[in-house]
């Protein structure tokens, strides 16, 4: 009867050591967002799905290189919050999961073999205080911001401290011809700009009025204006570029099927309507009316994008860091 009861304990213990639907109830999510948007979306997540998360959150590079570290016993099942290029370059450290919500997203903000997926895209905007700069005196165009009346008024990040800002410079250089000319210009533009050390100095600058400019990223001007702040978005009339940020499974993490259900949810219509109202980071996905959302933003139809070989100046990063260093040096 003790050998009996001792079988049993022991047949029910292994069943559920290895059961699935135990074993699944919690994924591990690596994030690059920031805590605002990633509490927001795992209490809403947990609440629909009853799975729990286990949230890490890190800069882009630092998460990824912790999924190189950690490949052959990963940690992890998803990352998310990270740039195009960092999806492309780690694809072998992921595994394809064809999400519920492909046909809403264009083929442009997923991958082709379904190793990652967008979720929201980075617009990049001019910023302007409307008390401090009256809405009709402000620019139009990259170009505009060339003129000597902008010098000291127009924040920007240092590109050594923000991707974003990188991708703006680089944007500027291809835009304007990526020639000695078009540097040239880029110079200028670094001479009008007072360059900060972080993002948040910037949307800060622009929202209290310390700078009636800012270059900068579209969310924080709308979320700035949600709050009261005078802040206007200014959509380059010369064109622009929009940054996508997404996630992928990690290959060989420890909960497979609950990280198939996060990467659906956070890009589920309703899930998207939400971030978009609480945190204004625009979709991947067209099919939501943007204009019957909070922030009232345009389309990225009526936004003129310009085209921007995001790969080669990855590539060409170390050198082209250098370059802009050496023109912050020489304008301030």
Known sequence: MKFMGFRCATVIAALFAVSPALAQKQVVVYSANENTLDSLVYEAFEKATSIKVNG?????????????????????DIIWGV??????????????????????????????????????????????NTKALPEGQGPKSWNDLLDPKWKGKIAFTDPANSGSAYTNATLLAQMWGNNDAAWKKVEQF??????????????????????????????????????????????????????????????????????????????????????????????????????????????????????????AWTKARPETMQKLQDIIAKTR
């Open 83 to 128: 740039s195009r290029s960092l999806l492309e370059s780690n694809k072998e450290f992921f595994t394809p999961y064809k999400s519920k919500n492909v046909g809403a997203i264009p083929a442009e903000f997923r991958d082709p073999n379904d190793l990652w997926i967008g979720n929201n895209l980075h617009m990049l905007v001019i910023l302007q």
């Open 56 to 76: 890490v959150s890190g800069g882009s590079g630092v998460l990824v290189k912790r999924i190189q570290t950690e490949k052959d016993r990963p940690g992890g």
């Open 190 to 311: 670094f001479a009008n700009t007072k360059v900060l050390n972080r993002s948040s100095l910037v949307f800060q600058g622009v929202g209290n009025g310390e700078y009636p400019l800012g270059v900068s990223l579209e969310y924080a001007g709308y979320l700035w204006a949600s709050n009261g702040a005078p802040v206007k978005v200014i959509y380059p009339s010369d064109g622009t570029a929009a940054q996508m940020e997404g996630c992928a499974i990690i290959k060989g993490g420890p909960n497979t099927e609950s990280a198939k259900a996060f990467v659906d949810f956070i890009n589920q219509k309703d899930t998207r309507e939400l971030i978009l109202s609480k945190t204004f980071r625009r979709p991947t996905r067209q099919d939501l009316d943007l204009s019957k959302l909070p922030g009232n933003m345009p389309a990225l139809a009526a936004i003129k994008i310009a085209p921007y070989d995001e790969a």
